[in-house]
């Protein structure tokens, strides 16, 4: 019996995770402007949306943006919000907390006390992925001049 709870126990695909930070790498840096720098805030347009961002910590390497979507909902549904890690020198994207999630795990046991998936943080990454294809048709314009 132990056996068969071993074998069943999630096991993360390492290169189908790093494909998707790569994947928010490169539409992240389609509307990063160089240069940015800590407490900068800006909005993204597009024709499936409006992003929120705020460089909060730069340093040579990595850079922890903060992505919210902006939702016309009077409060009734949270603003979907994410807090991103960029590693420019490995060029990946990750999502380091969610909503109600500050730290994500790489895998969750299932079932446990907050109903997380298995493969909660890969999910969570896929879904700023969907977040980021804000605007795939048409260019992308940032202006320094929210909040």
Known sequence: MARTALKDRY?????????????????????????????DKWQVNGSFGCLDVEVLENT????????????DTQGIVPVPKVTVRVYHDAQLAEVLSSQQIFRLQAVYDY???R?????????????????????????????????
């Open 11 to 39: 096991q993360p695909n390492v290169n189908q995770f790093l494909a998707l930070c790569g994947r928010n790498y490169a539409l992240i840096q389609r509307w990063l402007p160089d240069g940015c720098a800590l407490g």
């Open 60 to 71: 040579p390497y990595t850079q922890l943006v903060s992505i919210a979507r902006t939702v």
């Open 111 to 113: 079932p446990n006390l």
């Open 115 to 147: 109903m997380h998936h298995p493969d909660e943080k890969y999910q969570v990454n896929a879904f700023l992925e969907e977040l980021l294809k804000i605007d795939c048709h048409t260019s992308l314009s940032a202006s320094h001049s929210f909040g």
